[in-house]
């Protein structure tokens, strides 16, 4: 066998060896546990559960056994930043997976995968620019994913807010449809300036910095997001390519300060808090993660000190 032939084998059985992987790590679920001053000094914590990116399908029942785990975190809030469905008949199965966590207050935006199914793709135009939604992709029912978590009292914040009592407090939200899409607009009703002790939530799925400045200067002190993946395939040790927007890599998932430093860094007192969730799940034409595991957020909003 000569080397060339020696190392082509090499390089087929690597590559192998990392698909495979891959496809497992595509299934390892983790819950990450953060947390973030940002309450009023001597305030209760307020435990959110972020969930993104399930994109469910009727396949997916591992997935959806795992997400109904969730629920033992008893959180006080759930916030989930869509691309909920992955198939024609996803609805009533994310409205299954959600369901031990439907009688907590949670709110929720769409993605661009809750308006359109998924088509195959060319894995490498992903990493080569943000990807494009086909129109003439099939059309989901979204309506009746609205209407299924709304019948539970949760709030729609597609270019909308709302408030909710949580753990015996009042929270305000703002949302925005999916920019991916361009479907962002900030809800015209008003504006009441954010008063003193409130805590005013912005949710929106895909994190463009047209939409992260949106919410920020509509007085939310934090933003959750969905949509990148966390870079989805990424490079162990060095982290994502891409984020699927204008966000910037290290961005790709996890708890942050935005535009600049976090909030209690020197050099943060303009930001405010963003968390970027790696997202459960993936394109059923790609179901592949490297060093990304799919995740759930238990994000811990506690008391500043005094
Ligand atoms: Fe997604």
Redesign the pocket.
């Known amino acids: 066998m000569s080397g060339w032939t020696r190392a082509a084998g090499a390089t087929v059985a690597v590559g192998a060896g990392v698909l495979v992987w891959s496809l497992v790590e595509a299934r390892s679920f983790v819950v990450r546990q953060v947390s973030a001053p940002v309450l009023e000094p001597g305030a209760k914590p307020l435990r959110i559960l972020h969930l ?2 399930l ?1 469910l399908t009727p396949q997916r029942r591992e997935t959806v056994a795992w997400v109904r785990s969730l629920a033992q975190f008893r959180p006080d809030l759930v916030v989930d930043t ?2 909920n469905m992955a198939h024609a008949d996803a609805a009533p199965v994310v409205l299954e997976a959600l369901e031990p966590l439907l009688g907590t207050p949670g709110v929720f935006v769409h ?3 809750d308006y359109y199914g998924p088509r195959p793709k060319n894995p490498l135009r992903y990493l080569a620019a943000p990807t494009r939604v086909r129109r003439d992709a099939e059309e989901l029912d979204h309506e009746a994913l609205t209407a299924g978590l709304t019948s539970r009292g949760w709030l729609d914040l597609n270019n909308a807010r709302g408030a909710l009592d949580v753990a015996g407090r009042r929270v305000s939200f703002v949302g925005l449809d999916d920019p991916h899409l361009g479907r962002d607009a900030l809800p015209l009703d008003p504006g009441s300036g954010v008063e003193e002790g409130e805590l005013r939530i912005g949710v929106v ?1 895909a994190p463009y910095l047209r939409a992260l400045e949106a919410l920020r200067g509509d007085g939310a002190q934090v933003i959750l997001a ?2 990148t ?1 966390g870079g989805q395939v990424c490079v162990p040790g060095y982290g994502a390519l891409v984020t699927n927007c204008d966000l910037d890599t290290s961005r790709a998932k996890g708890l942050h300060g935005w535009p600049g430093a976090r909030p209690d860094a020197p050099g943060g007192e303009d930001s405010v808090w963003l968390n970027v969730s790696a ?1 459960v ?3 059923p034409y790609t179901p592949v993660r490297l060093a990304c595991r799919p995740e759930a957020t238990l994000l811990t909003l506690m008391p500043r000190e005094g």
Do not use: E, V
């Open positions: 993104s990116d994109h869509g691309d993605g661009s995968n799925h969905g949509h993946h997202g799940g993936t394109n």
